[in-house]
């Protein structure tokens, strides 16, 4: 089992089955032998560099108090590599051989400890016991730096205010070890800070410019941490950096298939005009994953190292296009400026006319073809295998969303396919989803009614609502319509409401002929604000960080005509969920 290890998590793996690992504790768990241990498989370089020949064991991370492993003395940075007779190799991992196993087995575990080899007796017990919460874990304040390649020892970024600080650490210091132990990549930091408790002390060994230092002092948990100042009431959307584009993370899987080192970028689905994105000429399927020496990772993402820039501010972009990385000066733009390129009709939106099949495939997206469709008339069939549209390599649904979205009707649109596993090409100009489905109002650009769907469906009949003669009314969503977006989307927008905000209102701004939407949040968290209209469509999206105070900013919800869009407004695990209802006087 892979795991990625963040800095204050740390990835379970109780050696039991997953169910366990997950907290749902089954009668099969009981009937499972159950080691006690936190683990991480390791690179075969990094076995290498520690000395190991065999590189499929299981690198301790964590020992659960009260367990078998504690009981018999492994400690976290021990390297288990077989039980009794049985190794861990390519195919057979520590959890396989697990699995021959029951609680009350005793078993002699083998394992390495400082470059020993050694062996230990162990009875299986069956038992789980939780983990900390996030809050009272410990935490250091560092994050990976951009450039961290071929030294001895992992170079960090440093968290104002952060226990790292408080050591004397700063950008760009090599650590070397943290209590003893040899750091040779980024898990190692982890696993190190995960075995400790908030208030022990922890000695940081790091090098600044060939010279070694030493610091010790008791560790915070993130709970503790010094948190950053609050913006200010007259905060200025306009102020911040804005790069103008709509992304999406990329599952690790998907980033294997692509062949991207870093699993922890932006994958753009849009861009908008006129932004800085659209000068610097990024395009859909790019991956961003860094601005100047900055680098997306677990704990940094892409909206995070943004909020380091604001307006005006020149920088480079780090992306990969077709599998080749490429960099793009960039000046960040007024948020303002920028256009979101959706258009104003939705019934005239591209539509190829295909729906995802039930039976899956890893190389493409096996196809189902709508009557009288862009799919239809390039011959498409029911079964065959999309795997590049426009030259973009296709892997899932989503990519097929990316690609037909850029489109305008009209377009040709080049689709490669697998039919009988022989590759076939077509290409047509897209058709708009009215002229696939005249009879119908369109209910998303690959969305397809269920004729014996009796919920209430969008009216077909467009009207465009100009700002100076709109109704705008809020109302709290229902647990039904929560459910819709759920089951026709997979949108999640609980309708709980337990976010604490004040004064929101979404009102006409007939200056610019769109609509304003402010509120006040009287508590700090991690803030991102989305909305939805009917037909499924994100149409805008605000990842604000930390925040608290007064919002406003312009929404341009009039180009979707009138009807029913769905706003969310959430603060750490706490959200407002509300319907908006445009009407025209």
């Not at 997950?22 to 520690?50: C, F, H, M, P, V």
């Amino acid at each position: 089992m892979k795991c990625l290890i963040i800095l204050t998590l740390g990835c379970l793996l109780a050696l039991t089955n997953l169910a366990a690992a997950q907290g749902t504790y089954t009668r099969a768990d009981a009937e499972t032998a159950y080691l006690g241990i936190q683990s991480d498989n390791i690179s075969e370089a990094k076995a290498k560099a520690l000395g190991f020949d065999n590189p499929h064991g299981s690198y301790v991370t964590r020992v659960v108090s009260n367990s078998a492993a504690e009981k018999a003395g492994l400690q976290p940075f021990d390297y288990v590599y077989g039980i009794d007779e049985h190794r861990v190799s390519e195919d057979t991992e520590l959890g396989d051989i697990l699995a021959k196993f029951k609680p009350g087995d005793k078993v002699t575990i083998h394992f390495i400890r400082q470059n020993k080899k050694q062996t230990v007796e162990v009875t299986f017990v069956s038992r789980r016991t939780p983990l900390m919460s996030a809050a009272e874990k410990p935490y250091l304040g560092v994050s990976p730096h951009s450039d961290n390649d071929d030294q001895l020892g992992v170079k960090v970024y440093v968290v104002r205010n952060s226990t790292a600080e408080a050591l004397g650490m700063q950008d760009g210091d090599v650590i070397l070890s943290i209590n003893n132990h040899p750091m040779v990549d980024w898990s190692d930091i982890s696993l190190a800070i995960d075995q400790l408790k908030a208030g022990e002390k922890i000695a940081v060994e790091f090098e600044r410019g060939g010279k070694k230092m030493r610091a010790e002092r008791p560790i915070q948990s993130y709970a503790e941490r010094t948190p950053p100042t609050p913006r200010a009431p007259n905060w200025n959307p306009d102020e911040m950096a804005f790069l103008g584009i709509n992304s999406t993370d990329v599952s690790e899987e998907k980033v294997k298939q692509l062949g991207f080192d870093n699993t922890n970028g932006s994958y753009v689905t849009r861009v908008f005009a006129n932004s800085a994105a659209e000068k610097a000429g990024l395009k859909p399927f790019d991956y961003v994953y860094g601005i100047n020496d900055y680098r997306t990772n677990e704990d940094v993402s892409l909206s995070k190292i943004m909020r380091k820039f604001k307006t005006g501010d020149q920088v480079t972009l780090h992306y990969i296009r077709n599998g080749q990385k490429k960099t793009a000066d960039v000046t960040f733009s007024k948020r303002s400026e920028a256009k979101t390129n959706i258009s104003e009709k939705p019934c005239d939106a591209p539509f190829l006319g295909v729906r995802e099949a039930e039976e899956t495939t890893k190389n493409g997206v096996k196809i189902e073809v709508i009557e009288k469709s862009t799919a239809a008339e390039m011959s498409l069939q029911n079964g065959d295998v999309i795997t590049a549209i426009n030259g973009h390599r296709i892997l899932d649904w989503e990519d097929v969303s990316i690609a037909v979205d850029v489109l305008r009707v009209g377009d040709p649109i080049a689709v490669e396919y697998l039919r009988d596993g022989e590759k076939q090409t077509a290409t047509k100009p897209v058709k708009s989803y009215c002229e696939t489905r005249p009879e119908e109002s369109r209910l998303g650009i690959f969305f397809e009614m269920d004729p014996d769907d009796d919920r209430p469906q969008p009216d077909e009949n467009y009207v465009r609502v100009d700002a100076g003669s709109a109704i705008v009314d809020l109302k709290d969503m229902t647990g039904e319509e929560a459910t819709d977006l759920k089951n026709r989307f997979n949108i999640e927008m609980p309708a709980t409401n337990d976010l604490r905000i004040e004064k929101l209102s979404v009102t006409p701004d007939t200056e610019r002929n769109a609509f304003r939407l402010q509120f006040n949040l009287p508590q700090e968290g991690e803030t991102g604000i989305r909305l939805y209209n009917a037909a499924g469509r994100m149409i805008y999206n605000y990842d604000l960080g930390k925040f608290s105070g007064d919002f406003t900013d312009q929404v341009n919800i009039s180009q979707n005509g009138a009807g029913s869009y769905f706003l969310e407004i959430r603060q750490g695990t706490k959200a407002a969920t509300k319907k908006v209802i445009l009407q025209s006087k």
